[in-house]
């Protein structure tokens, strides 16, 4: 068990030296967008001298590199500085926002997650049939779709046909939990629908690929029913490319739903982080893709010690 | 006799109130002027008017362009959703009525010394700020100087340079000094920047707590998502019928149809032209395609060859089939234009002046007059002018074939087209947002030494009579100098304006306007909060 601990220390210090690079990357480049803070925010009819005032103001004024060894110093204790826009301090601007897209992630997930596994092991185990083409024909066309055209079918189906579910996710503070879960269906019902086809096919081929080992014919052979050959014998073998792939998808779930905000006019991180680039909202900007990036390397670290976990060689190495 | 001829005019007044051709502060006025006593005015409003509007009601109002960065700084204010915001909790010295007349907000009268140097507003006394504080001289004082001096961030800086002082006389009294002349300051009260916030006391206003003085109080909200508000029960104005006010975000078009057509919201402020006709065949569905002040110009250099001609100017104006793009290009939403740069809903619109016709025989004519038969000219566009201004442009030069001219578009890109093309290329396509005034626009985009001089128009009437009616208070005296003003641009002027176009926005069941709505913002003026109610 020392060895897990120590291994996870490790990682987490080659996450925080990774976010320390990317975090450089991300100041540089967003410094690299074109047109100024200041006229994004004074519009067509600002003059040169006012112009000039509100950079002073924001501090753009100074060198870039000065401005990063500020903000790196802010971001380790979480605070993101203020965004150049509004005044307003990023974290508490963004945290409610990135609370909101963690909320419809963790709805999509609950459905997608065991729903492509279930299916996965499903289509394993009828492979060939009816049943596993019909999944792999459904779910692949709901992958191939993009998130907004799907987004636009359930609407026109569940929202304006028949008015089961409101069109737009719009959240207010006196909310009921399940009012909150009514209202957020369609969008986590779009991402359910875009993930589930990798998540389910990847479960499938692993098993499939196992199907083949020596031990499987061993089960099989000494009269194991087909569908305890695959969840005692071949899943818990499965189960390292599976982590993998769940937690791909769950940081997709998390940086990848801006489409479906805007289809949805749900307030989520991504909207945000389209606001704040088509403003020059650099603080914004940058502490929205430190999070995104923080999420990744997390995910991606939960992943590699789930699969080392469930894989009894990893855990004991010679 | 006299009692007649009040009787004949009394029930004309009668009958426009019904048709809602006059506003109600219209008619207190004409009835006013043909000698009724105000009580007596009121009660035959209330019974001339066409609708009775009946108070209550959540008003959910789906908005289009708010973004996360916005803030309540009325400098900064850029976005429509703000502009529709700061309408419904704030308030101006000054408003623009339901008729597109000017009348009175936070100040209940005005005056000007006889040059137009020193403007005089009286506040209304009984106005106060949500936080239950009375509005006083001071608070108007430090909302105006925001917009001033060289610290100030406002964009609307601009439009105060010539005011040199503002000063109190007494709590109630405002008296604006001004560098020169201008008989529009009332006018430019109006602009969406000039909002009163309360003062700080030290000179300074505080924007930041989202206080105001107009009908609706903000109790909570998130910009670029959401507003809620209540009623401001002490709002010193008429109407705010709804109880509540609800400021939903929706920047997608299609959600915001979706919202609409599914009824969870009462109203959308921006309608795609595409599915216009669509949306005006539901029946539970009202579109309103009201004509703005904004429009699309084709701007000529008048001194580049050859433009320099203005026959050959004519010939290019004449050869433009407006109906035709109106009705494929704009999808109807569209007022023609008549090629000076004033429209049909703004003050001082000279309307005896006869519209320009597509005519190419005539066209043809001129240009053989100018020695320019088979006239060769390259029009520069891009797609962000205007949704379909490339093709605009496209049916435009086939348009203009039957006149024997070949008109080479050429699309450029749209990122930098402002900087790189406009003002650079001798013939292109222009996107104008509304401003206040003809004199702000003249002055703007006219004048022989602006820098936005788009056309390089040097024609020395023109600019003559902009400088004599800034200043000129008799009202015919300057309409006869902006009718004149608006021949010399639509005769000599360089530019070719195809259409205004219309703001197209739409109520759901159940929601009641007046018969006329105010055309300076989409949404009644962006007062649909205060001035439309539920039908009971």
């Not at chain 1, 791909?248 to 945000?272: C, K, R, S």
């Not at chain 2, 439009?159 to 503002?166: A, Y």
């Not at chain 2, 216009?276 to 904004?294: C, E, H, Y």
Request: hydrophobic share 45%; with cysteine; glycine share 8%.
């Amino acid at each position: 068990m020392g060895d897990i601990l120590g291994l996870v220390a490790k990682r987490l210090g080659m996450g925080l030296i990774i976010l320390l690079v990317i975090s450089i990357i991300i100041f540089f480049m967003v410094e690299l967008l074109p047109g100024d803070i200041a006229q994004a925010v004074l519009g067509q009819g600002a003059t040169p001298e006012n112009l000039a005032a509100l950079r002073k103001e924001m501090g753009l004024d100074q060198p870039a590199v000065l401005r990063y060894l500020h903000w790196l110093s802010g971001a380790v204790t979480l605070d993101f500085g203020n965004s150049i826009v509004t005044g307003a301090s990023v974290a508490q601007t963004i945290g409610e926002r990135f609370a909101n897209t963690l909320f419809l992630a963790a709805y999509a997930a609950a459905i997608a997650v065991p729903i492509s596994i279930v299916l996965g092991v499903l289509v394993a185990l009828l492979r060939n049939s009816i049943f596993d083409r019909v999944a792999n024909v459904a779910t692949l066309t709901s992958i191939s779709s993009p998130e907004f055209f799907l987004g636009y079918i359930l609407i026109l189906y569940l929202a304006v046909k028949t008015g089961m579910f409101p069109a737009i996710a719009s959240l207010s503070n006196d909310m009921s939990f399940g009012d909150l879960l009514y209202r957020t269906f369609l969008p986590a019902l779009t991402l359910v629908l875009v993930v589930t086809a990798h998540m389910m096919r990847m479960t499938r081929a692993a098993i499939i690929n196992l199907l083949a080992s020596p031990y499987i014919e061993m089960a099989r052979l000494k009269g194991t029913p087909p569908w305890k050959v695959i969840v005692k014998h071949a899943l818990p073998n499965a189960w390292a490319p599976i982590i993998n792939v769940v937690a791909l998808n769950l940081a997709y779930l998390i940086t990848g739903v801006v489409l479906v905000e805007v289809v949805f006019v749900y307030p989520g991180i991504g909207q945000a982080l389209v606001d704040a680039v088509s403003k020059r909202d650099f603080p914004v900007v940058q502490a929205c893709c430190l999070i995104f990036a923080a999420t990744f390397i997390l995910l991606n670290l939960a992943a590699d010690v789930g699969s080392i976990l469930t894989n009894p060689r990893l855990r004991h190495p010679k | 006799m006299k009692k007649k001829t009040d009787q004949v005019l009394l029930d004309r007044l009668a009958q426009a109130a019904r048709t809602g051709d006059i506003s109600r502060r219209s008619f207190m006025h004409f009835a006013a002027a043909a000698g009724i006593t105000a009580s007596a005015a009121t009660g035959l409003w209330g019974t001339s008017a066409a609708a009775n509007p009946t108070p209550g009601g959540t008003f959910r109002w789906g908005v289009h362009d708010g973004n996360t960065s916005d803030t309540h700084d009325p400098g900064t204010y850029v976005t429509r959703q703000m502009i529709f915001l700061a309408h419904t909790h704030r308030s101006y010295l000054t408003l623009i009525e339901a008729d597109n007349s000017l009348g009175p907000d936070l100040a209940t009268s005005w005056e000007a010394s006889p040059d137009a140097m020193q403007w005089t507003f009286e506040l209304n006394p009984d106005a106060s700020f949500h936080s239950g504080k009375p509005v006083t001289a001071q608070d108007v004082i430090d909302s105006l100087n925001h917009h001033r001096g060289d610290s100030s961030t406002s964009a609307a800086k601009a439009l105060l340079t010539d005011v040199t002082d503002v000063t109190a006389d007494g709590d109630h009294t405002v008296v604006v000094s001004l560098a020169r002349g201008n008989a529009d300051l009332p006018w430019l009260m109006t602009d969406y920047h000039f909002a009163i916030c309360p003062s700080n006391g030290d000179g300074t206003i505080d924007w930041k707590s989202g206080d105001g003085t107009g009908p609706y109080k903000i109790d909570s909200g998130e910009f670029g998502i959401r507003w809620e508000l209540t009623r401001h029960d002490g709002w010193h104005g008429e109407g705010a019928y709804f109880d509540k006010v609800t400021m939903l975000v929706l920047n997608d078009p299609n959600a915001r149809q979706t919202a609409l057509v599914t009824g969870d919201v009462d109203c959308v402020s921006l309608i795609e032209l595409k599915t216009l006709a669509l949306l005006q065949r539901n029946p539970d569905i009202s579109v309103d395609n009201i004509p703005s002040g904004g429009a699309i110009t084709m701007p000529m250099f008048c001194d580049t060859e050859p433009f320099s001609d203005v026959r050959v100017r004519t010939a290019l104006k004449l050869a433009m089939n407006r109906d035709e793009i109106i009705e494929k290009i704009a999808f109807g939403a569209a007022t023609k234009g008549n090629d000076f740069h004033l429209s049909p809903v703004q003050p001082y619109w000279p309307e005896d002046i006869p519209q320009r016709e597509y005519d190419p025989d005539q066209a043809k004519s001129l240009l053989k007059e100018a020695g320019q038969e088979g006239l060769s000219v390259n029009l520069s566009v891009a797609d962000s002018v205007y949704t379909g201004a490339v093709d605009m442009c496209v049916l435009y030069a086939e348009q203009a074939k039957a006149a024997g001219i070949n008109i080479k578009v050429v699309r450029e890109p749209s990122d930098g087209y402002y900087s790189d093309v406009w003002l650079k290329k001798p013939f292109s396509a222009v996107s104008w947002g509304a401003r206040p005034t003809p004199d702000v626009m003249f002055t703007l985009a006219y004048k022989d030494d602006a820098a936005w001089n788009e056309t390089r128009w040097q024609n020395e009437r023109f600019n003559e009579l902009l400088l004599q009616a800034k200043s000129e208070l008799d009202e015919t005296l300057r309409a006869e100098m902006y009718h004149e003003m608006c021949l010399l641009m639509r005769d000599d002027g360089g530019t070719l304006l195809p259409f205004f176009n219309n703001w197209v926005y739409a109520r759901g069941k159940g929601v009641k306007r007046h018969e006329q709505v105010a055309a300076s913002w989409g949404c009644d003026g962006a007062r649909a909060a205060s001035r439309w109610w539920f039908e009971a």
